[in-house]
């Protein structure tokens, strides 16, 4: 059984950073890719970056391009999505999620496992 587990979310304020984390266990992913996704209350969950597996090309929307960095540790079986220069607008739940097959879309409907989410709160 899949499962993935997201860490590291928290408060902090703006213009601050965090580094989340996510945990994969029962399988180990050769191929496919890792995306971020979030969703902020009363909205669409949406795209936030994606890493293939294999040779780690990245993937971001173009909100957090330049201060979000999505990374893979294939050892470890872990993604991590460190996140600077955070503004309020980037307050969600940031959710994780698995594509064993596919080459880091960004739509959501093509990730099979999913995480429980984490919440990320910037004050202003």
């Known amino acids: 059984q899949v499962q993935l587990v997201e860490s590291g979310g928290g408060l902090v304020q703006a213009g601050g950073s965090l580094r989340l984390s996510c945990a994969v266990s029962?399988?180990?992913?050769?191929?496919?890719?890792m995306g971020w996704f979030r969703q902020a209350s009363g909205k669409e969950r949406e795209f936030v970056a994606a890493v293939t597996w294999d040779d780690g090309n990245t993937y971001y929307a173009d909100s957090v391009k330049g201060r979000f960095t999505i990374s893979r540790d294939n050892a470890k079986n872990t993604v991590y999505l460190r996140m600077n220069s955070l503004k309020p607008n980037d307050t969600a739940v940031y959710y994780c999620?698995?594509?064993?097959?596919?080459?880091?879309?960004?739509?959501?409907?093509?990730?099979?496992?999913w995480g429980q989410g984490t919440q990320v709160t910037v004050s202003s």
């Open positions: 999620a698995a594509d064993p097959y596919g080459s880091a879309s960004k739509s959501k409907y093509n990730y099979n496992y």
């Open positions: 029962g399988r180990t992913f050769s191929n496919g890719a």
